[in-house]
């Protein structure tokens, strides 16, 4: 291995962490946030909607603790995801080593790995609940039929939702890597 | 690293590489392109939803519960979007703050322990 393996090796490690732990940050803080938000407006039938992720996230529940349960769980998932999706190069769109300031992103592989990742996701969760059975299995998650026809929760449903959401991530993140290396391009002129 | 150091092409590319690898996210442009994402979404959900169940705002109506004025109506497409962009702009903006910070923590470690490793065989020479 040469010296230039070792340094790129390094590099992509600690690159993929500081993706894993923003993605951390962001996922488990939405989560707990919105949590807070359900317990701080309060009611009857408070979170309602929002606690049946205990079915996928043992433990979790619309509460003042569900908040820190919600906060590592969504810490824990959005680490490995944003591990997942940054990029192996940190300038993997192009390379402009003079006068470059700012990282680009790479479209079409940030895209494929955003979609395959919500993808999977919706895959597992979807499988989870199909497996875990009940009277009504993924009675919320069915919903998402309106929006991914032909989706519904068991396992033919699962592979249709992931082809969507491979489709709509990819389209996503081709969206989010195009304004922003544009939007980028225009503040570094 | 001795190799390098006696190969000055390969010595400029691992600097390069290294320059590159600690170039931080722009904060505002990603919360730019975040936030467009997340507006055009939340925009085509409510306009799924009105096309295909016009009738039944449940469950989209629900976001109404994060988002004051959020409806299930053409009205709701524009305070959705808005609401998607000033959301996803936060979520950019963080991330980016995020991810930049920590590549800096890794910076400053990275050079306080090349740093000691270089002056460790010190000793050796008193």
């Given at each position: 291995m040469s010296d230039q393996d070792?340094?790129?090796?390094?590099?992509?490690?600690?690159?993929?962490?500081?993706?894993?732990?923003?993605?951390?940050?962001?996922?488990?803080g939405g989560l707990c946030l919105a949590t807070i938000i359900l317990v701080m407006k309060g009611g009857p039938d408070m979170g309602q909607h929002l606690g049946r992720l205990t079915n996928v996230l043992p433990g979790y529940s619309v509460s003042w603790l569900g908040a820190f349960v919600g906060l590592v769980y969504g810490f824990v998932i959005g680490y490995g995801l944003g591990r997942l999706i940054g990029?192996?190069?940190?300038?993997?769109?192009?390379?402009?080593?003079?006068?470059?300031?700012?990282?680009?992103?790479?479209?079409?592989?940030?895209?494929?790995?955003?979609?395959?990742?919500?993808?999977?996701?919706?895959?597992?969760?979807?499988?989870?609940?199909?497996?875990?059975?009940?009277?009504?299995?993924?009675?919320?998650?069915?919903?998402?039929?309106?929006?991914?026809?032909?989706?519904?929760?068991?396992?033919?449903?699962?592979?249709?939702?992931?082809?969507?959401?491979?489709?709509?991530?990819?389209?996503?993140?081709?969206?989010?890597?195009?304004?922003?290396?544009?939007?980028?391009?225009?503040?570094?002129? | 690293m001795a190799d390098a150091q006696h190969d000055p092409?390969?010595?400029?590319?691992?600097?390069?590489?290294?320059?590159?690898?600690?170039?931080?996210?722009?904060?505002?442009?990603?919360?730019?392109?975040?936030?467009?994402?997340?507006?055009?979404?939340?925009?085509?959900?409510?306009?799924?939803?009105?096309?295909?169940?016009?009738?039944?705002?449940?469950?989209l109506v629900l976001l109404a519960q994060y988002m004051p004025g959020y409806a299930v109506s053409w009205g709701g497409v524009v305070v959705g979007a808005a609401w998607g962009f000033f959301s996803g702009f936060i979520v950019g903006w963080f991330f980016a703050f995020a991810r930049n910070v920590v590549m800096a923590i890794a910076k400053v470690v990275l050079r306080a322990k090349a740093e000691l490793a270089e002056s460790r065989g010190f000793l050796d020479h008193i």
């Open positions: 070792v340094v790129h090796g390094t590099l992509s490690r600690i690159n993929a962490r500081a993706w894993g732990i923003a993605t951390g940050l962001v996922l488990g990029p192996r190069s940190p300038l993997s769109g192009k390379r402009e080593p003079s006068g470059t300031t700012h990282v680009r992103l790479n479209g079409k592989a940030w895209g494929l790995t955003l979609g395959a990742a919500a993808g999977i996701a919706l895959f597992a969760v979807t499988n989870l609940l199909d497996v875990k059975g009940g009277e009504h299995p993924g009675e919320f998650l069915s919903n998402l039929h309106l929006y991914l026809p032909g989706y519904r929760v068991d396992f033919v449903g699962s592979l249709i939702g992931f082809a969507y959401l491979l489709a709509i991530g990819f389209v996503l993140g081709e969206l989010v890597a195009g304004v922003y290396n544009r939007a980028v391009e225009r503040a570094e002129s | 092409r390969q010595e400029q590319a691992l600097e390069e590489e290294l320059e590159l690898a600690f170039t931080p996210l722009h904060k505002f442009c990603l919360g730019l392109a975040v936030g467009v994402a997340a507006a055009v979404v939340l925009a085509a959900l409510t306009v799924v939803h009105l096309l295909r169940s016009p009738d039944e705002p449940y469950p």
